[in-house]
Nanobody, 114 residues
Framework: QVQLVESGGGLVQPGGSLRLSCVASESIFRFSFMGWYRQAPGKQREFVARINSGGSTYYADSVKGRFTISRDNSKATVYLQMNSLKPEDTAVYYC????????WGQGTQVTVSS
């Protein structure tokens, strides 16, 4: 099973930016989708963004226009550029590899607070 390691989380003020990275232990080209999900305290894990092997991207309405997902197959890495961050973006962000089945990273904490 592929191993996924996220990094790039931290504390940022509202309106700030962060870039998350997810490095896979093997080529990500074979996966149908690579994506990001998040889970806030007391809430269920929710979809944030995903990108397919052809480069098409999909976003949750709550992040559309602020977040950008991208991938670098040569580095087996997926990125999530997060701009105009809001306090409600505070959560643990998880990387996901889909197809077939799901693999998850351990998560990285993002806290948006003044």
């Amino acid at each position: 099973q592929v191993q996924l390691v996220e990094s790039g989380g931290g504390l940022v003020q509202p309106g700030g930016s962060l870039r998350l990275s997810c490095v896979a232990s093997e080529s990500i080209f074979r996966f149908s989708f690579m994506g990001w999900y998040r889970q806030a305290p007391g809430k269920q894990r929710e979809f944030v963004a995903r990108i397919n092997s052809g480069g098409s991207t999909y976003y949750a309405d709550s992040v559309k226009g602020r977040f950008t997902i991208s991938r670098d197959n040569s580095k087996a890495t997926v990125y999530l550029q997060m701009n105009s961050l809001k306090p409600e973006d505070t959560a643990v962000y998880y990387c996901n590899a889909n197809g077939p089945g799901d693999s998850w990273g351990q998560g990285t904490q993002v806290t948006v607070s003044s």
